[in-house]
């Protein structure tokens, strides 16, 4: 996701670098303050289990958090999918179901397959949860881009690092 390109809708309050845990733990108040609805997440699991479950309470209030391997390690219940271990990424995302409703209109006008750009990373084997909608899968069916409620709140989980992408500007 970059936020650059919805500039007319999304306004970023606080980014930090991903491997920086540190200053995530220093500053989830800012994360979780009512004034934020979104909550973006990617890069390595170095903060603190606390600051995980302070995200994860604003989460189950209300809040929508989009969230990227492997610092999805640190949450388990908000989560739309269980790890199943890990293994090496794969060529190719496709829309998991393209006849679901959210499917039609997440994916309205885009192509149904999206080709990597670059090496595969090392990505989670999510399981998807009950109740969870899966709405990108690697060629082998693994869920990729997973879709769920929790509490008042959802979470959009990425089974994958953020780098290199799947998605680019020219699809």
């Known amino acids: 996701f970059?936020?650059?390109l919805h500039t007319d809708s999304v306004v970023v309050i606080r980014s930090i670098p991903g491997s920086s845990g540190s200053d995530l733990d220093s500053s989830v108040d800012q994360f979780t303050d009512p004034s934020v609805d979104a909550i973006i997440l990617g890069g390595e699991n170095s903060f603190s289990a606390s600051t995980a479950a302070r995200i994860e309470t604003a989460v189950a209030a209300g809040k929508i958090l989009i969230i990227t391997y492997p610092c999805n390690q640190k949450f388990d219940a908000s989560l739309p999918a269980t790890n199943g271990g890990t293994s090496q990424g794969e060529d190719s995302l496709e829309v998991a179901d393209?006849?679901?409703?959210?499917?039609?209109?997440?994916f309205a006008g885009l192509p149904s397959r999206y080709s990597l750009k670059g090496t595969p990373p090392d990505r989670e084997q999510a399981v998807a949860k009950k109740g969870?909608?899966?709405?990108?899968?690697?060629?082998?069916?693994?869920?990729?881009?997973l879709y769920g409620k929790y509490g008042k709140g959802f979470v959009i989980e990425w089974s994958t690092a953020p780098v290199p992408g799947y998605m680019t500007a020219d699809q």
């Open 132 to 145: 969870s909608i899966p709405l990108l899968n690697y060629d082998s069916g693994t869920p990729a881009l």
């Open 2 to 4: 970059n936020p650059d």
């Open 98 to 106: 393209p006849s679901k409703v959210l499917s039609k209109e997440i």
